[in-house]
């Protein structure tokens, strides 16, 4: 009987737990598909990433306050400096639709986006020595300490690919 008491208030104490957890909804207003989105029609690549046949990543991140405004913008790693600028002004256009947790005065996000361009139809082999000359030639943003990340939140990456001509 004992035993039946016990395993009856670990059951109800667990049930409670679980019915205390409240799952975080999305910090961005309409969720994933529509922050993926919204990056991919923000991101504007600019002619200079266009002619050095740029790809690669960079990982951000940043700060908003309880209003979704967006401030400290900190660049943790990019493959080029070029790369981030474009996320940049993205970010900075992404203010006021971003939503923090409860009860926090701000929060701080991270994302990673992958900017690369589409397989061309014709000119591969031209196109391949551009990339590979901009590979040896970048000069990637490292990070050399350790990351205070707190309680930030890590978004999914967001893919861009642009068009070469």
Known sequence: MKKLIIFALLLS???????????????????????TKFFKDSITV????????ATGMAILKFTADEYG???KIVIYYADDYMLTVPVIEALKKSTKK????????????????????NK????????QKANYDFYKTRRPILTKDQLPLNSATLLPTVMVSYDLK
């Open 13 to 35: 104490t667990a049930f409670f737990a679980q019915a205390q957890q409240t799952e975080l909804s999305f910090p961005f207003q309409g969720g994933a598909p529509v922050m």
């Open 46 to 53: 600019s002619p200079e990433i266009k002619a050095k046949k």
């Open 69 to 71: 405004t967006i401030s």
């Open 98 to 117: 971003w939503i923090i947790p409860d009860k926090e005065k701000f929060h701080d996000f991270i994302i990673p986006v992958s900017i690369g361009f």
């Open 120 to 127: 061309p139809t014709t000119g591969i082999a031209e196109v």
